[in-house]
């Protein structure tokens, strides 16, 4: 190994273990690092804080006009193809499903250009997903049968990127136009669009839909035994607690929640950057609540213990808003970003740790990156789609920090004018860096991630 890729190594084993607590290894590998071993696109999601920390370093370098001219807004942090998706709006409280960003975990102020990067990072390794799945280099459990399945070409995978940008640049020039084009949403998708089939089945899992009782977040969660609603026996994603942490989890939390705790479980084995971070799910509904018909009453309230989000460790001084405490910022981020905000979305001190509150959306659907990027007929389109809707809901979230002016909106559209070309090149260029990490990764766990024949 030479000198660069064994300091690589040590700088990938360090910075996993600053968030994990414990580094890469083959004897025994976490869940979560078996999961990041799998394919790059895995990697990518796992492993925020290298992207950060190449940042920082001058390994990865966004174009100037991003960082020196465009002013700080709110932004996801860990922004991927996969964490945008339908949820409905004002959370679990709410009843019109959108398509917009869903995972707010490592918000915070910062530059627009990182939520953009690392999203056209994702569409490459998502691609390469895709194209590895068919070549039998990583595995899927989506498809039984790849036969007649076409991954995009480096072409159509091009075309995307740029379609991301172009997109995005025109919602904001509709915002410099009307600022009240904020206040948009992506609501509906025309019949033959990549996200049409998921929005409808997001609909049938919402309250009122056909299959709000057994296919919502809720329905798959809960149980009516004839005596009361409970949490569903599942090992290996929700496990009971001991009595004692069950009452204190009760009495701690139940000044949060607008109507009483039905039930409490720890839930483990969600997500992938923070897979190994605590969680509890509290079931939450009327006193005495037994039956199905009362599901609707019912929903799912979220316990997360919160840490930095991952560009603060790197750039700790570049907003003084980022010094609230883990929950509280991203609380107040996700507030900004959203149209209506989640009714239940909350922050608690608990144990020394700092908890995030939020409610678990009924009707929340997203997509793999091979359903948008496997298809018989054209998977280049899909790609382009899927972009172009992420492009507008990414752009209408961060556009809605400051509603004083439009400043961001003016400066950031010239920024792609001027140096979107250059950006696609430094996300294609850093795609091919997570992809060396991820095989260091793999080295180091002793995973192999292909299919076994």
Known sequence: MDGDTSDRKQLIANEINRIDGHPPSSEDPSSKHAKMSANPYRFLRGSVQ??????????LTLPAPFTETVKLTGVMGDCHASNFGFVTEKGSGGGLIIFAPDDFDDACM??????????????????????????????????????????????????????????YRKKLTKIIDDPLHRRKVLSHFKKGHVLR??????????????????????????????????????????????????????????????????????????????????????????????TTSELPLCHLVEIKQQRHAAPLHFFPDIDPRNELDP????????????????????????????????????????LDPEEVCLDEDDPGKRLKQYAKACAKALAHAHSRTDHRSIRFETMLASAIEEAGDALVETAEAYSRQVIEDWAIMKEMTGIDPSPKH
């Open 50 to 59: 290298l992207f950060y920390n190449d940042l920082s370093t001058g390994l």
């Open 110 to 167: 910062g530059h627009a250009g990182w939520d953009i990067c690392r999203f056209l990072v994702s569409l490459y390794l998502s691609v390469d997903l895709a194209q590895g799945i068919l070549d039998r280099r990583y595995k899927t459990g989506d498809y039984d049968d790849l036969e007649g399945l076409k991954a995009p070409d480096e072409e159509e995978t091009r075309v995307a990127v740029k379609a991301f940008l172009k997109a």
């Open 197 to 290: 089939k998921a929005l409808k089945k997001a609909e049938k899992r919402s309250i009122g839909g056909k299959k709000f009782e057994t296919k919502s977040k809720l329905g798959k969660a809960v149980v009516a035994d004839g005596a009361e609603l409970k949490f569903r026996d599942k090992p290996g994603r929700l496990q009971r607690l001991s009595e004692t942490e069950e009452a204190e989890v009760r009495s701690h939390f139940r000044k949060f929640v607008g109507d009483e705790i039905l039930d409490v479980v720890e839930r483990i084995g969600q997500g992938t950057g923070s897979l190994n971070v605590k969680r509890y799910y509290l079931l939450i509904g009327p006193q005495g609540a037994s």
């Open 327 to 366: 929950a509280h910022l991203t609380v107040a981020v996700q507030r900004l970003m959203q149209r209506e905000p989640d009714l239940l979305l909350d922050d608690a001190e608990w144990f020394t740790e700092h908890w995030l509150i939020r409610s678990r959306h009924h009707a929340s659907v997203s």
